[in-house]
């Protein structure tokens, strides 16, 4: 008797490790590589990725949708063709493939069209996992897979890829475990050049609905690109991605809050152990209040954990800090971004497309002194959780972008202001590659 329990608790243990070492099987999908059972038939028309885009170094495996410079834009001819997806989708002779596509998005066929119209057309700067859906036999079928850094993919106003641009496939969350998978390259897709499986991205919604999405362009990455959610690239907006601009205090605050403000002015926020929920108190930041960072790097946010012991400070965003409520060393507070990404020097480069006579936008440089008072406020005063000691470090600068466009969303007046809640929603973006800086006129269908 006591040797087969011997034998049954072995066997137990070994099935236990066994579990805990269970890998998820995601298929790797490199840029330019056709799919196998696409909805749509990659032959270029649809959409196209930039293939030598190699995948940038993340400041964390898991970033919101609203990150500044997570994704990239281009002033090239377009990268996807919304209005070609559209048409291919509408079409009473895909209208099965039409019924499982809605059906994956989670909208009935008769409102595909007013859905794509509010997808944003952006390229990927990471390696990017992801629920993908081929379709074969008449269904969608879902597979987990990697998207190589220089996918096109089309965005919703949560800053989730939603469409794969080149095929039409309906995209979803990753919604396993990123530190358990096993990555597959076959059929066609072979290693790219930069992979690193340890730097891989899993993108969460953004607090709120965004309404403008801050780009880096993958041709110069001192330059970046306001777009705003739903269009392709006509009416983008330049500014000046080395602008930098001092990190804010944000002690007191909920971490939804933090984020928020963060993404306002252009940084990223980063965080350890998992998402954490938006009403947590922030404790601190990594770097401290006005440290001056470039448009994109990270603030490492502390959140007070449950059972803390109160009245712990806070790491690095100490009262002696400067304060954000008035101008910054560099220059007054007023020329921070808005909620919705930074604000611009004005229209991209190119000629308006044959496809869309809205392609240009106003040009004048004229500021304007409007603030936006749609955003949620974000709160100067400490909230009722208790800070603690933080847990999060080490994050790098970022910029200050501006506008001196009119129908920028945020604020360009010159005079100091006190720092008040941004008054729409947070921009998502992240550095590219190389190329010329934007001209005055507007973009051409950029992606």
């Excluded at 609905?209 to 362009?217: T, Y």
């Excluded at 000046?240 to 001092?246: L, M, P, Y």
């Excluded at 770097?287 to 954990?305: C, I, N, Q, Y």
């Excluded at 208790?386 to 972008?401: D, I, K, L, R």
Aim: charged share 25%; with cysteine; proline share 11%.
């Amino acid at each position: 008797m006591v040797r087969r329990l011997a034998v049954l608790l072995a066997a137990a243990v070994i099935l236990s490790g066994c579990t805990e070492q269970r890998l998820f099987a995601v298929k790797a999908v490199a840029a330019g590589v056709p799919s196998l059972a696409p909805f749509f038939e990659e032959d270029g028309s649809l959409g196209t990725d930039e293939t030598k885009l190699r995948p940038e170094q993340p400041h964390s495996g898991l970033q919101q949708g609203n990150t500044p410079g997570l994704y990239g834009g281009t002033q090239k001819s377009k990268v996807c063709d919304v209005d070609r997806l559209k048409d291919f989708l509408t079409d009473p002779r895909n209208r099965q493939k039409a019924r499982e596509w809605a059906r994956i998005v989670g909208i009935t066929p008769d409102r595909i069209e007013g859905y794509i119209d509010g997808l944003t057309p952006v390229l990927l700067r990471h390696d990017t996992l992801v629920k993908n859906h081929d379709y074969k036999k008449g269904k969608a079928v879902a597979f987990d897979s990697l998207l190589e850094a220089g996918i096109a993919v089309l965005v919703n106003d949560q800053g989730l890829p939603a469409v794969k641009c080149s095929c039409g496939n309906p995209l979803q969350s990753f919604d396993k475990d990123p530190e358990k998978i096993s990555v597959t390259f076959e059929d066609g897709n072979k290693k790219w050049d930069g992979y690193e499986k340890s730097e891989v991205v899993t993108i969460k919604p953004a607090p709120r609905p965004l309404e403008r999405i801050a780009l880096v362009d993958v041709d110069d990455p001192d330059r970046g690109i306001n777009r705003p959610v739903g269009s392709s690239g006509e009416k983008d907006r330049a500014f000046d991605a080395t602008k930098q601009h001092a990190v804010p205090r944000v002690t007191g605050m909920t971490f939804d809050q933090a984020s928020q403000r963060l993404s306002e002015l252009g940084l990223a926020a980063t965080f350890s152990d998992g998402l954490p929920s938006g009403d947590a108190a922030v404790t601190g930041s990594d770097p401290g209040p006005g440290t001056e960072l470039r448009f994109g790097e990270a603030v490492a946010l502390s959140v007070a954990d449950d059972g803390e012991e109160p009245g712990t400070p806070p790491k690095s965003d100490t009262s002696d800090g400067p304060s954000t409520d008035g101008p910054t060393s560099g220059g007054p507070s007023t020329e921070e971004p808005t909620t919705d990404g930074p604000t611009t020097d004005g229209p991209t480069s190119g000629e308006p497309t044959t496809d869309d006579p809205d392609t240009g936008g106003p040009t004048s440089s004229e500021p304007t002194t409007d603030r936006p008072t749609t955003g949620e406020p974000t709160s100067s005063e400490p909230t009722t959780a208790v800070p603690t000691t933080p847990t999060a470090s080490s994050a790098p600068p970022t910029v200050e972008p501006t506008s001196t466009d009119p129908t920028s969303a945020g604020p360009t007046s010159a005079e100091p202001t006190r720092s008040e809640p941004a008054t729409s929603e947070p921009a998502s973006s992240e550095p590219g590659s190389s190329s010329a800086p934007a001209s005055g006129e507007p973009a051409v269908g950029p992606a």
